[in-house]
C-alpha cells in the first residue's frame, strides 16, 4: 500500500511526466529496438507497439504528449509479456460478451 502523500508514479503535480524515451514522432512509427513497431493507434494519443526489452517481446499499450514537436510516451499504460498476451487474445470472446452485457 502506498503511503500517505506520496505519489505511486513520478512527475510533476502540474505537467506532463518525465519521458525515459523518445517514442515514434510525426515521420511515422520508428523500427528501432528501443522504441518498438506501432501496430496501432487506437486514438490521438493512444498507440500499441510490440517491442523487444532486454531480450524480452512485450505488446505496449501506452498514451502519449506532444512536448517541442516530439512525440513522447507517458506512464499511463500497460506493457504485456507475451504469455499474458496469450491470455488477453485467448479471452477477447469472453470480454466481448461482458461488454454486451453491461453496455
Known amino acids: 500500500m ?61 498514451e502519449f504528449y506532444v512536448k517541442d514537436g516530439k512525440t513522447l510516451p507517458t506512464r499511463k499504460g500497460i506493457s504485456l509479456q507475451l504469455d499474458q498476451w496469450k491470455i488477453l487474445k485467448d479471452n477477447i470472446k469472453a470480454i466481448d460478451e461482458a461488454i454486451k452485457e453491461n453496455a
Request: hydrophobic share 30%; proline share 3%; glycine share 20%.
Open 2 to 62: 502506498w503511503g500517505k502523500g506520496k505519489k505511486r508514479f513520478g512527475g510533476g503535480g502540474g505537467g506532463e511526466p518525465a519521458a525515459k524515451r523518445q517514442a515514434a514522432g510525426d515521420e511515422g512509427p520508428s523500427e528501432s529496438a528501443e522504441d518498438g513497431t506501432v501496430v496501432a493507434e487506437i486514438s490521438k494519443n493512444k498507440k500499441v507497439s510490440v517491442r523487444n526489452w532486454k531480450g524480452k517481446v512485450y505488446v505496449d499499450m501506452r
